[in-house]
């Protein structure tokens, strides 16, 4: 295993079994992350680019094959030891945002914290606050979500993927609900994340946003068919 | 600051109003159901405990014609006897208007001021009563229809008729409630007695020096007792020993208490169904927030702990409404029973140790029954949650052909079947609701077809007891001179008591001597066989005689001593069930043979040519007025439909307090159907979204919903009677059982099928009807996008 590796994936398949017969989403995918890398994965619709994003989260697991994250078998792990683990490792980010409806921003932002017992409880609401300045939300803290615009909400929601300071950030097409001048702004908190050292894996559609990344990959039926 | 978790459940509660209101009542309707039960039963049975004891209750009566000084000062002076007192006791009758009559108890008082044992309570008027004067029982004087200071006639066996002032009222709760026993208790004096009759007292009432509750120790000192009373040449007539400690209505109360039971046990189910429904639904409904809250690092353990603390948080506003409202019924059920059985609550406080277990149930059952709806849906995975959660079905079969189906209809039908669990549970509740709305009608008709029972196996109006064996000659001279008279019988009475073969001897029980060829009485023979004419020493005991011996069975022997001092030996060939007093029946040709003609009183049971309860009554009156011009002294002149009457009147109550519980169900069934009817559809909002993208209509989508609620609906109602039929005959085998000592006729409402049927169609369909227009009302990108 080689540790200069943040992210090793080696060997994963994924099939899932349907009454018309076997499908297979992933077959036998390698694919190597170092620290501060910012990946971006593209493909065509079922060509396995979320569900391979899905399995490096610790959403889903592979039929076949091993994950291993800062040398941690994350394929071995019971799903309560990966809750706990990717809630202090990993930060999340949706396409629709997937905020808790009845908490304020800030509160959404502080939930992470209280769930991973991440810092003192006193200090929770100052991180979070910090957060909220990074994204540019500082003054919204104490609305509720339906209140904000939808790349307001993604700010949040990127605001709450740092909450408990993961090394590792995950967006599921994080701008595909959005409009582009909204996108263009939410591809660059996550190029700036990148530069303070965090590594970002992204799944989007969009060639056009990956000059924000310095890698990207290209899936097709499952396979990873180029990686620059 | 409150922890953000805490604010959470807290802003959820307050989101889903509606399923909030429905699950704090869900959990109030349990708590209320149980509360009323455990405050009603602790209320009662103290207090009607506290009634009787108050009363100092005898633990023996012995009936002596001659006591005197010397067996009072003898009996004082046994060790095993504590208190003794002299009083009397005889049985007449009081007028209630003109040539109308009613049975009379009267209890002479020695020394009212002093009264040790068998007490009663002044309530009303002049106390102690004076010379000619009477005082009656609160609940008899409604039975004489009389009023205080009014002058009444009273008669005693001695035909003596005294006119006497009711100078007041008592209240004697260690008797039997005067409407159940159509009777009227009056207390008076050893000087007023005299005024009646030449006999004086003629009851001594003992206490048991220890054990005073143990019957079987009060059986022996009585035996012993009686035995060296007769040793010095007095004559007992009877003996009494009632059982101690117990009310003689216990078992009445105990009915009432069990209907509440039932029905609070049946609430605490439905809520409880209620309550997993509603529970899995609010955690169905939040699968995408459990989704991202594992995302963002929360463990199933913190999951649970939250919804946990939703519910605890619904159950502590849930027992702050429902408390009061438990505590109001059970007290409104506590006074209604206790004016039922004649005794008064003097405090309706409840013990803090019900306020502790209805607090336990109502925390308890709800965390209990939410526990697995919970955990289910918090061990649910991110990726079901986010990605998958509402597009998996059970892999359920249903092979409909698919031409002989419209394809819409066929949907609505698979639909239904399509989350197993949810299904179950939505059933079940309205199922549950429904039997209890069926078996509290049922009930009642069961008791409304028992009283037509008892009202056709006794075919007479007026049951005329005479002092002395009457010659048929004098019997058919007087109802010649009477109009309206269909028929009469005579039968014959005499009281008797079972010798055991041990020596002791049972209760005193009625035998009667029925006319062998009766057409008026048709017993209710439900063991056994009634008797042949001619047939001799058998005899057919009704079922509350086993009350006597239950050892007893068709075909035993069994040794009675008569009221002539004769010892003999009659076979049991049947028993009958009718209610009443203990009482066991033979030939009357028989009966005059084995006491001799003399020692039988004549009952005359006389059938009315007008039915009507004014005839009746006129005719009761005419008897009286001809038996007494013919020199017939009549002891007992019973209108068996005013008895009737007042019987159905009281269980009428009963009656009206089961369908009140109907009722009470159709609301909270109705709420259950609507809210379970609800989610059904709130649940699905997302495949309205994809109907309606695929080109279906808003009246299509209703309608689907609706043909859904009413397969749903005619499920339920189907297992609803199913269950209920049951249920029906087991609340009235053990109601029957305790309040008539047999059970109740089943009885079926059909009226009540049809009204449920109704509520349920209509309930569902609009339950699902509301739901579904606001979710055909959102667009497909909104409903796509429903949380």
Redesign the interface.
Known sequence: MNNNFLINVKGISKSFQTKAGVVDILKNVDLRVAEKEFVTIMGKSGSGKSTLL?II????KPSVGELVIDNSPIHKFS??RL??W???NVG?V?Q?F??????TVI?NI???M???NFLSFSKRKERALALLQKVGMEKHSNKLPDTLSGGEQQRVAIA?AL??DPSIIIADEPTGNLDSHTAASIMELFGNLSKEGKTVLMVTHERNKIEQANRTILLSDGEIVSDK | MLNIQFRKIFRDIIKSKSRTILTILAIAIGIIGSGSVLFAYSILMREMNKNYMQTNPASASFYINNIDENLVEYVKSNKEIKDIELAGFYTGRIEVSKNQWIGLWLFVIDDFNNLKLNKFKYEKGNFPPKTGEILLERVALGVAEASIGEERLVVLSDNKKVKLKISGTVHAPGEAPAWMEHLVYGYTTKETLSLLTDRSLNELNIMVAKDSLDYKHITNVVSDLSREIESKGYKIEKIAIPYPGKHPHASQLSSLLFLLQTFGFLALILSTILMINLISSMVAQQTRQIGIMKTIGAKTSQIVRLYLGNVLLLSVISLIIAIPIALLFSRGYSGFSATMLNFTIMDNSIPLTEYIKIIAIGIIIPLLSSLYPIIRGAKITVKEALYEYGTKTNDVKINFNINSFNRILLLSIRSIFRKKGRIILTIATIAIGGAIFITSLNVGEGIKKTIDKIKNIALYNIDLKLKSPVVFDKLDVAFANIQNVEKYETWGETNGVIIFDNGKQSNEFSLIGVAENTTIFKPNIINGRWFLPEEENVIVVRSNFFGLNTKYKVGDKVKVKLNNNIIEEFKIIGVEQFIGLPTAFISYKNLQKVVGSENVSTILKIVSKKQDNDSVTYLAKNIEKEFDEQGLIITDNFNTGEYRQALEDHFLIIVSFLVMMAFFIIIVGGMALASTMSIQVIERTKEIGIMKAIGASKIQIIHIFQQESFFIGVISFVISIIVGLPITYFVGNIFGYIFFKFPLSFGLDIKGFFIWFGITIVFAVIASLLPAMKAVSLTVKETLSYE
């Open positions: 899905n989260a610790g959403i889903d799903e309560s809750s706990l990717r809630g202090k999340v949706f629709f997937q905020l808790l409806p009845t908490l509160e502080m939930l992470p209280d769930f991973c709450r909450a408990n």
